[in-house]
């Protein structure tokens, strides 16, 4: 199958001398949902604002739909909606009308049918006649998501669309987005709330200082760097790892007081029983052992900081 958004070797410096991209390559399936995670400055936002022609590349090239969005722009960015960061709206316009603007914009012809079915769907029909400033702020968010949506577009880019939304409202835009992906769109999504990319995502891309340190599936991600920790807490301080135990992926704590050991869940046999009885019948005594689960916050970070450190 062809990709819907083909990013090929895009690096994007800025006059200031940032370089916010520095050679990301990128395809994104048509009808998947991509979370894009990432620091504060990470190059997010740089990203899918080339994608959507509003920021030029100093390198490589980008396609919708086959076309190059910088040839072809006009075709590309029919196919692309984009719901901004920031809420800006006409104060004094109504509801419908701003939508139906957003809709001419692209060229598009009226299509009342269309537009009463999209804020129905946003739960803004009742509203159509309000003007925007007389909405509540998720209502605004909704309405940025209908004038992204107003042209039909395939792929549909939300740029942290719940940050600083109540938690009911959030979990309200998160059906909304479901909803479209079951329609079909393609949804590439920016987020800081690592449960909810956890939660809505199909894949996952990490992004730190301008490079795109992975893409994977969700459920790739967290089996292969979701590993168990275990901790066994010693009665007595090790001075050193027993040779033994050495070559187990065990490690010792600085005080020699913990084992550490990273194991895989799915793994048919994860060794902890084989690991406890050898601590025993070499008369390390157990004290308590403990267990976690990483989780994509920690995942996340581990992945950033190596590449910091
Ligand atoms: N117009 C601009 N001119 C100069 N530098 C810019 C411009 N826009 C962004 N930058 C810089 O490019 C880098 C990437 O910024 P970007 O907004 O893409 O990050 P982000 O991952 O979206 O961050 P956030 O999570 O804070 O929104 C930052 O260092 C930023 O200061």
Known sequence: MRPIIDIDHVSKRYD????????????????????????N???KTTLISIIC?????????????????????????????????EIALEPFESVIDCVRF?????????????????????????????????LSGGMKRRVLIAKALSHRPK???????????????????????????????TIILTTHYLEEAEDMADRIGVINRGELLLVKSKDEL????????????????????????????????ADGRELGYAYDTRAERTGIAHLLAELAERGIAVRDV??????????????VEEETA
């Open 222 to 253: 967290l089996g292969e760097f979701g590993k168990k920790h275990l901790t066994v807490s010693l009665y007595e301080p090790l001075r050193a790892l027993p040779a033994e135990l050495a070559g187990r992926g065990l490690v010792l704590s």
């Open 155 to 185: 792929v549909l880019f939300l740029d942290e669309p719940t940050a600083g939304v109540d938690v009911a409202l959030r979990r309200e835009m998160w059906q909304v987005v479901r909803e479209l992906r079951a329609e079909g769109v």
């Open 41 to 43: 400055g990470a190059g």
């Open 53 to 85: 022609g509003l920021v030029v590349p100093t390198g490589g090239t980008v396609r919708v739909g086959g076309h190059d969005i910088r040839k072809d722009w006009r075709a590309a960015r029919k196919l692309i909606g984009l719901v901004p960061q």
């Open 16 to 39: 200031s001398g940032t370089v916010a991209l520095n050679d990301v390559s990128l395809q994104i399936d048509e009808g998947e949902i991509l979370a894009l995670l990432g620091p």
């Open 102 to 134: 957003t809709r001419g914009l692209y060229g598009e012809p009226p299509d009342d049918a269309y537009i009463e079915r999209l804020l129905s769907s946003l739960a803004l029909w009742d509203k159509r006649e309000a003007k925007t400033r007389e």
């Open 290 to 303: 403990s267990t976690k689960q990483s989780s994509l916050e920690e995942i996340f970070m581990s992945l």
